[in-house]
């Protein structure tokens, strides 16, 4: 009796082992899936960091590069960011000074607004140009009011100024849950397109200038105060070599979590326990 009893333990023991070798195998497959997945989105993150350093280099070069002359109109179609965003230009021409746009703003300095003025080229182009910042405690929008250019407003002339500054491309539609209001005046990002509109301002460039610091002819007669240029933040996000780490690391604990189940998975305690 004991050696009949004994046959079917033995007997079991075969498909007691094939739905944990299953288990195993699906396992495994499961961490060989996500060791791939969180290797590949590393190495991504790595072809990334690569990417922003060349894209912070190349804007480091451009801001400290001697100023050139800004693009001219038939160049327009083709600015872009990589290629053109915080080019140190120089532009040539003459302000309009009673068609000031303040924008809101907040800077190292606190808050108030941006004292953006068209700049009349000499071939009959616009440029929006950011003279600078100016604190709300001096006026700010209430010191300018919404006016129009007629249609000749360049022609009109005034004295010709030359202005340095940093290539910036447009800012449509608003600031974080605030729509710029043209109709009130009311601005909260340097939308060149809605600006001009509202200025009836043609011909103008589909970028606008921050001045550089300490400029001559940069001051209007209507300023409370010199509005301060050279306030520009350049700033990129670069977290990739954490984000690179992270997924790497998780890899590691994928990789190490399945060989320790290969080692002493279900299928190895069976065979233990046989």
Same mark, same amino acid.
């Given at each position: 009796m004991l050696e009949n009893s004994a046959l079917p333990a033995n007997g079991s023991a075969e498909p007691q082992r094939r739905p944990a070798k299953a288990r195993r195998r699906i396992l495994s497959g499961i961490a060989l899936l996500l060791l791939l997945l969180f290797a590949g989105l590393g190495t991504w993150q790595v072809v990334r960091l690569q990417w922003k350093l060349a894209l912070i280099e190349r804007v480091d070069a451009r801001v400290h590069a001697t100023p050139? /002359? %800004? @693009?001219? !109109?038939?160049?327009?179609?083709?600015? !872009?960011?990589?290629? /053109? *965003?915080? =080019?140190h230009v120089r532009v040539r021409g003459h302000f309009l000074f009673d068609l000031t746009t303040p924008v809101q703003? %907040? #800077?190292v300095r606190g808050s108030g607004f941006w004292l953006l003025t068209p700049l009349c080229q000499p071939d009959g182009t616009t440029v929006l140009v950011n003279r $600078?910042?100016?604190p709300g405690a001096l006026g700010g929008a209430s010191g300018y009011e919404v006016s129009r250019a007629g249609p000749d407003a360049c022609a009109a $002339? +005034? *004295?010709s100024v030359t202005v340095? $500054?940093?290539?910036r491309l447009t800012e449509p539609k608003g600031g974080f849950l605030r729509l710029n209001d043209a109709v009130t005046g009311r601005w909260y990002s340097r939308d060149v397109a809605a600006i001009a509109a509202a200025r009836n301002l043609a011909r103008v460039a589909p970028f606008f200038i921050d001045a550089d610091a300490r400029q001559a002819g #940069?001051? +209007? @007669?209507? /300023?409370? +105060?010199? @509005?301060v240029g050279g306030l520009t933040v350049i700033s990129f996000p670069n977290s990739h070599l954490v984000y690179a780490l992270t997924w790497f690391a998780l890899a590691a604990m994928v990789g190490a979590a399945w060989w320790w %189940?290969?080692? =002493? $998975?279900?299928g190895r305690r069976h065979d233990h326990a046989a």
């Open positions: 050139t /002359d %800004v @693009p001219h !109109s038939q160049a327009w179609p083709a600015i !872009s960011a990589a290629n /053109d *965003e915080y =080019r703003a %907040v #800077t $600078g910042f100016i $002339g +005034g *004295e340095t $500054g940093l290539l #940069t001051a +209007g @007669p209507r /300023d409370a +105060g010199p @509005p %189940v290969a080692r =002493r $998975g279900p």
